[in-house]
């Protein structure tokens, strides 16, 4: 049995630097952050003229339109979180993975390692989607791998002898999960004797994509009003860090539901509503938050950002957030009760045995 493993291969317009990467996701654990490593492989030409080779890792946020700039102002930052030279000088100190050794071995004298350590607190890979018609760069945190033949590091890169690769920092689902939500919210009215109560439950706290979220429903009307509709739906609130309000939610499933109601003075209801947010619902709506490439064909919906505490919030980042909101309507003299329960939306941390059958081939 022959295993060949995933590599990823991207080489500059000239053809003098080439770079080999095995996975373009790095997992963040709230506290560290998997290292990006690499190679690098030059051409017999730029080892003859000694010139200098340098790896950054790139965080590239836009906080506005590509269509919205003007001459002089730009809606976009460029951070260079860490700099390396590969080549003549080198870091010495490199822990060293075991597939950067069986590609130094394969690929020969002319390549070079490098390992850059990503900051905890730096934001997750999180972009808004556009409209289909759309074709500018959208707004988000997108990171990529810059390998560029320069003087320094801090040199004006040529597009000829540069390479870019897109990569994506994620967060997996927690081992450990919350409490289970629950909340109760009443409400009196003015003039008006007792008072309407609403208790929300949800079965957890934590959901994967894809999953069915159950939300248990008890009304007990105490009051001289009537119940005359129940909505329940699921928001993503997004949070652009840079500006003080830049905080907006989007509803990306809801259900209506008559069942029960009217509910009159005096009576109570118990019921169960469920919801499936998914993408594939939303992908004409723009301003959903999303994870990594809007194009890649496994997007989803962003998941929940996890962050140690918030002072450790990165200014140019998107904090992503899930919430279930339920809705009683009174009719147009009696108002609305609302009760909303946060949770939290990710993907399950794929175990090792399934990362290993989804990057091996058996030949």
Avoid: W
């Avoid at 069986?102 to 905890?120: C, D, H, T, Y």
């Avoid at 003087?151 to 597009?159: G, M, P, Y």
């Avoid at 689902?173 to 919210?185: D, E, L, N, R, S």
């Avoid at 990594?292 to 998941?303: E, F, I, P, R």
């Amino acid at each position: 049995m022959v295993v060949n493993f995933k590599i990823f291969k991207k080489a500059s317009p000239n053809n003098m630097v080439t770079l080999y990467m095995n996975r373009r996701e790095f997992v963040d654990s709230v506290t560290q952050v998997e290292p990006v490593d690499g190679i690098v492989v030059l051409d017999d030409e730029y080892i003859r003229q000694n010139r200098k080779i340098f790896v950054q890792l790139i965080c590239n946020f836009r906080y506005g339109r590509e269509d919205d700039e003007m001459i002089g102002l730009r809606f976009q930052k460029e951070l260079i979180l860490v700099s390396q030279a590969v080549y003549p000088e080198q870091k010495i100190d490199m822990q060293l993975t075991k597939m950067q050794e069986r590609l130094l071995k394969k690929l020969g004298s002319n390549a070079f390692p490098f390992v850059l350590e990503m900051p905890p607190s730096s934001p997750a890979s999180v972009v808004l989607q556009q409209k289909a018609s759309d074709n500018t760069q959208p707004c988000g945190v997108q990171y990529f791998v810059k390998v560029f033949a320069g003087e320094n590091d801090c040199d004006r890169t040529h597009r000829r002898s540069t390479v870019n690769l897109g990569i994506r920092k994620i967060q997996y689902a927690p081992a450990k999960t919350g409490i289970q939500p629950c909340t109760v919210v009443r409400k009196d009215f003015l003039l008006s004797p007792g008072e309407l109560e609403l208790e929300v439950t949800l079965d957890r706290q934590l959901y994967y994509h894809g999953e069915k979220i159950s939300i248990n429903i008890c009304v007990r009307n105490n009051s001289n009003k009537v119940v005359k509709k129940i909505k329940a739906m699921v928001q993503q609130g997004i949070d652009v860090v840079l500006f003080q309000n830049g905080q907006f939610r989007n509803t990306i499933a809801f259900s209506e539901s008559s069942e029960g109601c009217p509910l009159n003075p005096g009576s109570s209801l118990q019921k169960v509503m469920y919801l499936v947010p998914t993408l594939a619902a939303n992908c004409d709506r723009p301003g959903i938050a999303v994870e990594g490439d809007v194009k890649h064909k496994n997007t989803s919906l962003a998941s929940t950002t996890l962050i140690a505490s918030q002072e450790a919030r990165d200014a140019f980042g998107i904090i992503v957030s899930y919430a279930v909101k339920v809705k009683l309507f009174l009719g147009a003299l009696g108002g609305e009760l609302c009760a909303e329960l946060p949770f939290i939306l990710m993907h399950p941390k794929p175990s090792l045995k399934a990362q290993a059958e989804a990057e091996t081939v058996e030949a």
